[in-house]
């Protein structure tokens, strides 16, 4: 992994794994796969800094830690729910701000979107509501 670190040029890539290795213990293959996989997400989302998100990651190793540091999605904040199915992914949605309430049937509100993005390709987009949990398999 020492490899690795010494081939990264992206200096924001950098400051994410300083920030999760302290957290983490030390920078295992989990841990970086969901640095990038939070990388693509907040890419494919257009999520910005600091916007509360609910994850569901398929694996007790590693990943989930990189979307706590960097995402602030934990247990304790429900931002977080681990679903252990041994896979190398996760489900990204936005959470509804102002209490999670909406209009009367949901209408003139824009339509969100939740990605389940796969360490492996292909990239899939599913959607998704916002404020709640998603419910069942992709």
Same mark, same amino acid.
């Not at 800094?49 to 694996?59: A, M, Q, S």
């Not at 729910?81 to 209490?99: C, V, Y």
């Given at each position: #992994?020492?490899? !690795? /670190?010494?081939? /990264?040029? $992206?200096?924001?890539? *950098?400051?994410?794994?300083?920030?999760? !290795?302290?957290?983490?213990?030390?920078?295992?293959?989990?841990? %970086?796969?969901?640095?990038?996989?939070?990388? /693509?997400?907040?890419?494919?989302?257009?999520?910005? &800094?600091?916007?509360?998100?609910? !994850?569901?990651?398929?694996?007790?190793?590693?990943?989930? $830690?990189?979307?706590?540091?960097? @995402?602030?999605?934990?247990? @304790?904040?429900? @931002?977080?729910?681990? &679903? $252990?199915?041994?896979? #190398?992914?996760?489900? %990204?949605?936005?959470?509804?701000?102002?209490?999670?309430?909406?209009?009367?049937?949901?209408?003139?509100?824009?339509?969100?979107?939740?990605?389940?993005?796969?360490?492996?390709?292909?990239? *899939?987009?599913? &959607?998704?509501? &916002?404020?709640?949990?998603?419910?069942? $398999?992709?």
């Amino acid at each position: #992994m020492e490899e !690795v /670190i010494r081939s /990264i040029s $992206d200096q924001k890539l *950098l400051s994410q794994i300083e920030r999760v !290795v302290p957290f983490h213990g030390y920078l295992s293959t989990g841990a %970086f796969v969901g640095i990038q996989i939070f990388n /693509i997400a907040k890419r494919e989302l257009g999520f910005s &800094e600091g916007e509360r998100l609910f !994850v569901i990651c398929e694996t007790f190793g590693c990943m989930p $830690d990189a979307f706590q540091v960097l @995402g602030g999605c934990t247990i @304790g904040n429900r @931002g977080l729910l681990i &679903e $252990d199915r041994g896979k #190398m992914a996760a489900t %990204f949605s936005r959470r509804a701000s102002g209490g999670g309430q909406q209009g009367p049937g949901g209408e003139g509100l824009p339509r969100p979107r939740q990605d389940r993005l796969l360490s492996e390709a292909p990239l *899939l987009v599913h &959607e998704g509501r &916002e404020g709640a949990p998603p419910g069942g $398999d992709l």
